[in-house]
């Protein structure tokens, strides 16, 4: 079986005429913005473009988008960016990556005879490198892969499994994989939903999340074991975010496991309550 590995541009307009469209309330205001900073008419810039008077009205006004050749010739008549010109200053950037809005590049794995998705695994040696190489198709295909026809998986979604480790998610134990779906708008996770996150400084978490991404450009990660506390991750450090599907454990429940989670306790706690009561009545029965 063959299989190749492709990456997917999101929020590209290079490859998304959609990225213009999303974008295009920001191309019209700044067009026209940067025209009157040099003090040039709608003339003198169509003329220094090569292209009518009229048309170049019709993007400042957003009734049309123009090419991306076009953008390119602006971008250099106003010495700065092209991402600059379409998504507008540099701090309007900074907190679009933070909001999980910015430019992202996604690494798959294909089969080449079905045009399929397969699932990459992400075994826990390799996690450390991920935050580095989720990007590079060449570091990518070096993880092993396989197919998950299941009808519970969207067939047109994005998935990958991650090993963790540690206690700090238990019940679910140390060395378990989680299959997870590709989150794309970051403004969807929240509401204490476990997921992977994968981050520049810590790597892959899996955690639960509260989402504070509007307010304080943050993702707030709760554990599901008490003696772990709360922490927050800047926006503009998540690389990645995957919600968390199912999980995989070769480490199968014991017999007392398998109770109810009160029961274990419930039951050394009457054990307890008999022995004190036996001791009570020796006491009574020798005074």
């Known amino acids: 079986m063959m299989v190749f590995f492709v990456q997917r541009a999101l929020g590209s307009f290079y490859e998304h005429c959609s ?3 999303r974008m295009q309330s920001k191309l019209p205001e700044n067009l026209k913005a940067y025209r009157k900073e040099k003090g040039w008419t709608q003339q003198a810039l169509a003329d220094r473009l090569g292209l009518t ?8 006004e957003g009734r049309s988008e123009p090419k991306l050749s076009v953008l390119i010739d602006m971008a250099s008549c106003f010495g700065t960016s092209v991402d600059a010109l ?4 540099e701090e309007a950037q900074t907190e679009e990556r933070a909001r999980g809005e910015g430019l992202r590049i996604l690494t798959v794995s294909v089969d080449a005879a079905s045009d399929r998705e397969r699932v990459v695994v992400v075994p826990v040696k390799a996690a450390a490198g991920y935050a580095h190489g989720y990007g590079d198709p060449s570091w990518v295909s070096q993880l092993p ?5 299941l009808k519970e998986l969207a067939p047109d979604a994005t ?6 480790e540690g206690d700090s998610m238990l019940p679910i134990p140390s060395g378990s994989y989680i299959l997870c779906q ?32 509007p307010g304080g450009s943050r993702l707030v990660l709760h554990s599901d074991n008490p003696a772990f506390a709360p922490y927050a991750i800047a926006g503009d450090d998540v690389v990645e ?15 007392l496991d398998g109770q109810p989670a009160s029961a ?11 022995g004190e009561i036996h001791a009570l009545k020796n006491n009574e029965a020798s005074s």
């Not at 008077?53 to 400042?60: D, I, K, S």
Request: proline share 5%; no cysteine.
């Open 19 to 21: 990225y213009l469209r």
């Open 53 to 60: 008077r009229p048309t170049l009205g019709a993007y400042e």
């Open 86 to 89: 379409v998504r507008g200053s």
């Open 145 to 149: 892969t396989f197919g998950l026809p």
């Open 159 to 164: 998935y990958r499994m991650f090993q963790i």
């Open 182 to 213: 590709y989150v794309e708008d970051w403004m969807s996770v929240g509401g204490h939903r476990p997921h992977v996150i994968v981050t520049q400084n810590d790597g892959v978490v899996f955690k639960r999340i509260e989402n504070d991404l």
């Open 241 to 255: 975010v995957w919600r968390a599907a199912a999980y995989l454990s070769f480490e199968l429940p014991s017999a």
């Open 264 to 274: 274990a306790s419930v039951r050394s706690a009457l054990d307890t309550l008999r």
